[in-house]
DNA sequence: TCAATAACTTGTATAATACAACTATAATCT
DNA sequence: AGATTATAGTTGTATTATACAAGTTATTGA
């Protein structure tokens, strides 16, 4: 019956997200919010953090600290917005993406290797569930 | 090729994290770590918070502020252990159960919408492979 | 022009986590 | 048996990610 797998979906989530978030408050590795903040400049260029807040999601003084905290890496760049003066433009640098980079490099490397012996059509099937989820998950959250 | 898979499923997952992290944070729902460790001490039985550190992988302070926070709520009773004065049981209460039990529906529920118009197999090959996921994961979170 | 709005920052709070220092009890080893 | 070591648990302190509310400066529009 359906409820059987819906449990085991439930289950399995929570566990997922709990080691991950767990894992991630060890290992000293670059925090999911920097990264994300990384890539979606580095996707789709500078931005402000009003633009960005929206894009991700999250409150604006999230991404203004998650900025500046960027910013005192030297991972990006914080340049005045010419045409208005309240704002500006988050950049990122080039040690940026080389962070960002070799930290995606670090990722798929982990995952390439949890991920062996599953078949390419297995892998390929997850990614695409996991898609769909997620899909649905911001469809429902935009409302 | 692989890479295509494993840059999707790095990609999803951490939207996937990410966007449950943020949802949790606003809606007012019992938090993740409780409900994990109500589920714990309702599916294994009452337990001190060293075994169940152990269970949950976590450091024991963090599951004795934990288990500190379910008592205050009336959700857990934490007993004398006569035989080691040094050591504690936690057990969950009636209320406790309860709680869990709404909880447990109330994720179900979303769950359920969530998966609206996945076929039964999709519903089954996603638990199948998050749980194939999760489990590799955890072995080699043990060595 | 001046009140309302907008972009951003900063103060404060909460949850989950870890590590380190501490207390009380139990176990072990001369 | 007594001294030392180990164990179970708690508490202090710190970090990360988040939100909401208050504040500052700049822009807009009636």
Do not use: C
């Not at 409150?59 to 914080?78: C, F, H, P």
């Amino acid at each position: 019956m359906k409820e059987d797998s819906v449990e085991l979906i439930e289950r399995q989530i929570t566990d997922f997200v709990r080691r991950i978030v767990m894992t991630e408050q060890r290992e000293g590795r670059m925090e999911r919010s920097a990264y994300i903040l990384l890539r979606q400049l580095s996707t789709y260029g500078p931005a402000g953090v009003k633009a960005l807040a929206n894009h991700l999601q999250l409150d604006i003084s999230t991404v203004s600290r998650q900025a500046s905290s960027l910013v005192e890496k030297n991972y990006v760049e914080k340049l005045p917005n010419p045409d208005d003066k309240r704002s500006y433009f988050y950049k990122i640098t080039e040690l940026g993406s080389e962070e960002l980079e070799s930290n995606r490099r670090e990722r798929f490397q982990r995952l390439n290797e949890m991920l062996e012996g599953w078949t390419e059509e297995e892998q390929e099937t997850f990614g695409r569930l996991l898609k769909r989820y997620n899909n649905t998950a911001n469809k429902r959250l935009n409302m």
